[in-house]
């Protein structure tokens, strides 16, 4: 399993040392990290899951598709369902649709909202999987020397 950070940063035409520049990581740590000699500790994967707007997971190789990850697009989304919410208890308020209607989008919003901290959580749990992971195979590097 391969991490995505090469194909990411090409596909967003950046090189090395403009990523450098961008991130505040080192090129030749940078480099290391696209060739697989050295993994990212947790700061660095989030540096760079935000850099690409990507999931951490996604970022390893770990998952196939890349969702919202940055809390910028966390709050975006739950803004939008908010302001759903809120065009929707208007509307029923004005008469311009019925109650029972309202009702409808309102469990409708809550199942996005429901989904969206479902999602929160996973991403939440899998850095502290990706965490531990590292910590062991550190300690694990350090055992052998």
């Known amino acids: 399993m391969r991490n995505r950070i090469k194909e990411l940063r090409k596909q967003k ?17 940078l480099n290391n990290y696209e060739n697989g000699k050295t993994e990212p ?13 990507v999931p951490i997971s996604y970022l390893q190789g770990i ?3 890349a969702g919202p990850t940055s ?32 009702y409808q989008d309102l469990k409708r919003y809550q ?15 899998q850095r502290m999987f990706d965490l531990a992971l590292q910590t062991f195979k550190r300690r694990d590097r350090n055992e052998k020397r």
Do not use: P
């Not at 700061?43 to 850099?51: D, H, I």
């Not at 199942?111 to 929160?120: G, H, I, P, Y």
């Open 111 to 125: 199942c996005k909202s429901d989904e969206l901290r479902f999602e929160e959580k996973q991403e939440t749990q």
């Open 63 to 65: 998952e196939a598709k």
């Open 41 to 53: 500790k947790l700061e660095n994967w989030l540096k760079l899951a935000n850099y690409f707007g």
């Open 13 to 29: 035409g950046k090189t090395l040392d403009q990523m450098q520049d961008e991130t505040g990581i080192k090129r030749g740590t």
């Open 71 to 102: 809390e910028l697009e966390h709050q975006k989304a739950h803004d939008a369902i908010w302001e759903g919410m809120a065009k929707t208890l208007r509307a029923a308020s004005v008469g311009t649709i019925g109650w029972e209607e309202a």
